[in-house]
């Protein structure tokens, strides 16, 4: 689960995609707004425990401190199967299930009662797609500097949209970029995939964990317009929005059904 950190995260999340040219641009509304309620959640086909996190926004200006909300009623529902869980507050703002796994082509359906206000979302988990295997190149950025980076290799299955992200942890470290794929310009081929990093380099010897996760359409429209509020695209429009949200009710944030392939190996 990605953590509490809503503000500042919007900073650090690099976007790679076959299609950025097609998506509408959207901006991070960065003003004095009044605190939104954060809900962030997952669950996968690995067995649970899972968490849904939940807090407050804080001003632009303030510190990046943000208030949980505690006493929330918090269920996930499995609505192929008709299974419920609720979670309880395993931490301040903090809602932990017990220990189920998520099945994939199931719709996970979760509902927050919070504050005497209602939020819900929903996400179908796609099938797994194999993680084939993770190779490194050496590629120049746009300082003219050459870095080493991973890549991902896997078959996509032809027929039918899917929708990938990965995930790095770089000798034991989160690496805060985020990368999305859509496989529309790629359907059906194998595809080879560099994972560019800004900031943090690979170097030999280090151990890098990947993960893989084949997620449903609207967790990829989250993520995609999280790279259009950092700016990246070098557009600002006049009236920012908050990024796109599969959550009801005023919440921002997520809530993902998603499967979950990972490598942990060394960096050659």
Do not use: W
């Not at 703002?93 to 819900?120: E, K």
């Amino acid at each position: 689960m990605i953590s509490g950190r809503y503000t500042t995260y919007l900073f650090s999340l690099l976007l790679l995609s076959g299609s950025s040219a097609c998506k509408r641009t959207v901006q991070v509304r960065l003003d004095d707004a009044p605190p939104q309620v954060v809900i962030e959640g997952e669950i996968t086909n690995q067995p649970g425990p899972y968490q849904v996190k939940i807090t407050r926004t804080v001003s632009f200006s303030d510190p990046n401190t943000f208030p949980p909300v505690t006493g929330a009623t918090v269920e996930i529902m499995d609505s192929t199967n008709g299974n419920s869980y609720v979670l309880s507050e395993s931490s301040p703002g903090v809602y932990t299930s017990n220990d189920f796994a998520g099945i994939p082509a199931h719709t996970y359906r979760l509902r927050v009662q919070a504050d005497g206000l209602q939020y819900a979302a929903s996400s179908t988990m796609p099938a797994t797609v194999p993680l084939d295997s993770v190779s490194f190149a050496v590629n120049t950025n746009f300082n003219g500097k050459k870095e080493l980076n991973a890549v991902v290799n896997f078959q996509d299955p032809p027929g039918k949209v899917n929708y990938y992200q990965f995930i790095e942890h770089l000798n034991g470290r989160l690496i805060p970029n985020i990368f999305v794929f859509e496989d529309r310009l790629s359907d059906g081929r194998h595809i080879e995939q560099p994972l560019f990093n800004d900031s943090s380099y690979l170097q030999k010897g280090d151990t890098l964990q990947l993960r893989m996760y084949c997620i449903d359409k609207n967790i990829y429209n989250y993520f995609f317009s999280l790279l259009q509020v950092t700016a990246n695209n070098g557009f600002q429009p006049a009236s920012p929005d908050n990024p796109v949200t599969n959550i009801t009710g005023g919440a921002v944030g997520y809530f993902s059904a998603h499967t979950v392939n990972k490598e942990k190996l060394l960096v050659y």
